[in-house]
Structure formats: C-alpha cells, structure tokens
C-alpha cells in the first residue's frame, strides 16, 4: 500500500523547499525534514540534494516521485475497487458527523428520500475537526464514510471529493460574551473598525479571499489575522480568549458557548451540501440521483 510518506515526499519535490511543504501540510519544517531523512534511511537512497536556496531531487528522486504519483493514484483506484465489491449488497449508509460537520442536515434529506430506500439504516461515523487531518478524512470518503454533508468552499477538499450544493449559509461573525460587540443584534461592516477579523489564510476559498479582498480594499481599519484555512475548536477557542472577531457561518452558532455570533450587513454567503467518494458506489450514485431529483439539480452540478 502506499506509504503516507511519500505524500510528504512530493509536497517537497513539487515546492523545492521543506518549509513551504511544511506550510501546505501543517507541519513544522523540522517534521518535514525527518520524515524525509526517515523515508531516505529505509529506502537507502539519496533522493534530494539539500541547497542553501531549497532542495531539488536528485536522479533517484526523479524516479521516486514519478513512481509515487502512479502508485497513489493505483492504490486509490485499488481501494474503491475493492470497497465498491464488498459494498455492493451493502444495505447502510455510512454518514460522518463532527461538530463543525454534524449528520443533522443529512437525516433532513434522508426523511424525503428514505420511501425510495425501504431497507436500508443509516450508521453514523464521528470524525475529528482537526485542520491538520480534516484532508485525510474527506480523502476516506467512499472508505470510512459513504457522505459527509457541509460547507464546502475549499479547492483542497473539492479535489478529494465530489460535491452536490445543496444551498448556502450566510457569513457572521462571532465574538465572546464580554466583547463590546457582544450586545448587538446587527452590525454594519463600519462597526468592526478597529478590530482584528481572524479569518481563514488566502488561497484555498473563492468566498473568503472576496471577502478578504474587499475588506483589504473598502476597509482597511479592521486588521485580519489568518487562522489555518480549516477550522476546528483551536480557531473558536482563541476568540474566545482574546478581543477578536471570528468569520464564522450561521450554522456554527451554537459551536462554542463563550461565543455569541452577530450578523452583519453584508450579503457574502458560501455553499453546503453533500461530499461523497469521486468513484462513488452504485448505492451513493442512486442516492444523489434522488436528493438531487427533489432538489431540481443535476449530479455533478456543483
């Protein structure tokens, strides 16, 4: 099977520097290097030339990563395969559920749908909302999980996956029960002059880098801090303890109780719906078929 290692292995060779691999993997540039040192010792090869300006493969490198793409698209390929047979008379829907990803807005589009699926149960499968793992879990779609359902503007996530919308949650902000702001039951943009707006690093959502954008161009008075570009309770535990502001959604209201969110007169909005498996199984494909004939939307759509 594929060594997760080689996932570190081709960050590196695609950026030529351990630190941008670093950044990318939400790892530190010391664990990228021992895992590279790691991989070189029980390979017994050389596969990158260490430079003053970054670090580029070396011939056995070359070989290495040309091989390693094709082994990670063969064992995923492999995996599906496999998982697609054993599932085949499989009668359960496996739904992920976390507290940033809850299955609640699932059992709502299972209720209209289920008449269609007399004998199949529902399995709910908790994750983590962890940023530094969240990718390995959306990558186990179609193996751990069947769906996960929630927001998603990410282009990390949406190449791991396929998604249909299912509509969109309105951007808020929330801030801690003592902040000034706490009281207010609307804000206008005005309102948070003077703050610090922690929001996630630029790059990976067209949604939030428009708002970044605009906020940068029109209102330069609110500071931005970039929080990892995925969320998990480390994000909403330090606005609980700081004075900042946190861009959160309207669904993530009730997420942490120290924090009271406030919408804001702005019209930004990002989209939800279901994520599944990009070989998906015949029982999955039946199932969008369905959500997306109640929704009025085509599979692949979004």
């Not at 699926?117 to 940023?131: R, S």
């Not at 703050?195 to 067209?206: A, I, K």
């Not at 599944?276 to 029982?283: A, F, I, V």
Request: charged letters at 25%; glycine letters at 6%.
């Amino acid at each position: 099977m594929y060594d997760p290692l080689l996932d570190t292995f081709l960050a590196v060779a695609e950026l030529g520097s351990f630190t941008k691999a670093a950044e990318l993997l939400y790892l530190s540039p010391t664990a990228v290097m021992k895992q590279m040192n790691t991989l070189e010792k029980h390979l017994d090869l050389t596969l990158l030339e260490r430079t003053p300006s970054g670090v580029r493969l070396t011939e056995a490198g070359e070989i290495i990563a040309r091989d390693a793409r094709f082994l990670m698209e063969y064992s995923r390929k492999s995996i599906a395969s496999v998982k697609a047979g054993l599932q085949a008379g499989d009668t359960t829907f496996r739904v992920g559920t976390s507290l940033l990803n809850p299955a609640r807005p699932f059992l709502d589009l299972w209720y209209q749908v289920n008449s269609r699926f007399p004998d199949y149960k529902l399995h709910l499968v908790p994750f983590e909302d962890d940023h530094t793992g969240i990718l390995g879990e959306i990558g186990q779609l179609g193996e751990k999980f069947d769906f996960l359902i929630g927001v998603c503007d990410s282009r990390r996530w949406l190449s791991r996956c396929r998604f249909l919308e299912l509509g969109h949650y309105r951007k808020m902000v929330a801030v801690s029960r003592d902040h000034r702001l706490a009281g207010r039951e609307r804000l206008k943009i005005e309102d948070l002059y003077g703050e610090t707006l922690m929001m996630v690093r630029q790059g990976d959502s067209d949604v939030n880098d428009q708002i970044r954008a605009d906020l940068t161009r029109m209102h330069p008075a609110i500071r931005i801090e970039d929080t990892p570009q995925f969320y998990d309770l480390t994000v909403f535990n330090r606005c609980a303890e700081t004075d900042n502001v946190l861009l959160t959604i309207e669904c993530w209201k009730d997420v942490h109780p120290e924090l009271v969110s406030i919408p804001v007169d702005w019209t930004y909005t990002i989209p939800y719906g279901l994520l599944y498996s990009l070989t998906p199984s015949g029982k999955v494909c039946r199932f969008i078929d369905a959500v997306s004939e109640i929704q009025g939307n085509r599979p692949g759509e979004a």
